[in-house]
């Protein structure tokens, strides 16, 4: 069965400053990788997803993530945070051998402090 | 190109009631999947259903919740003799037939019991 341990529940961090968000999974079989955001009162929009070849894999907003399969990680990655990023990230994984059901982390609250 | 819809977007009722949650896919999509998000908490799977069938429910609650996806209109996820622990924001999301291809969620209902 696959999992989806995101590491940090909440992430404060300044304005403009990096911000890192770990995502590990655990799966023995190949995935599908996602970053989805959601801000208050909406649905989840999607980041950036990872199906295969280059491991870095840029999305929208200005994050990317790279996905490391020796280590089973997705961490997402921005190099300067806006005020307006403060949200719940969730990482999500999905097998890639025709399987449909795709597994959430429980989200990291990103908070964006001036 | 209209996203997922679903409606109504907030919804109360009290002890008791019945609740009707609807959610018609982006065009196109032919895989629904309902998740239950409890304040401060990450999705959590409910039901993943395609046109007349329920491939995977492992997540709906054993009684008072049921799914369809009929041929014809939108998904329903139907909440018999609710009570105050039912009170959640439920999420809707499709997808197409293709498996590498990312779940798209629509705004939510958010259900309260009185």
């Known amino acids: 069965a696959q999992s989806v341990t995101q590491l940090d529940s909440q992430v404060p961090v300044f304005e403009e400053a990096p911000v890192e968000l770990r995502c590990n999974y655990s799966s023995s079989v190949s995935v599908y990788l996602f970053w989805y955001v959601q801000y208050p009162n909406q649905g989840l929009q999607l980041l950036l997803k990872y199906l295969s070849g280059s491991t870095l894999v840029k999305g929208i907003n200005g994050f990317e993530a790279e996905f490391n399969k020796s280590q089973t990680s997705f961490h997402l990655r921005k190099p300067s945070v806006h005020i307006s990023d403060t949200a719940e990230y969730f990482c999500a994984v999905r097998i890639n051998t025709g399987g449909f059901k795709t597994i959430f982390g429980a989200g990291t609250r990103l908070f964006v402090k001036a | 190109n209209a996203g997922v819809m679903q409606n109504p977007r907030h919804l109360v009722r009290r002890r008791g009631q019945e609740a009707r949650l609807r959610c018609s896919p982006m065009k196109g999509h032919s895989h629904v999947y309902w998740y239950r998000q409890l304040p401060e908490e990450g999705l959590k799977f409910m039901v993943y259903?395609?046109?007349?069938?329920?491939?995977?429910e492992s997540g709906m609650p054993k009684e008072r919740f049921s799914a369809e996806f009929p041929k014809e209109g939108p998904s329903i996820l139907r909440i018999q003799q609710v009570v105050r622990g039912d009170s959640a924001a439920y999420f809707c999301?499709?997808?197409?037939?293709?498996?590498?291809?990312?779940?798209?969620f629509g705004d939510g209902t958010r259900l309260s019991i009185l």
């Open positions: 259903l395609q046109k007349e069938n329920i491939i995977d």
């Open positions: 999301a499709s997808s197409p037939l293709e498996s590498n291809q990312p779940q798209h």
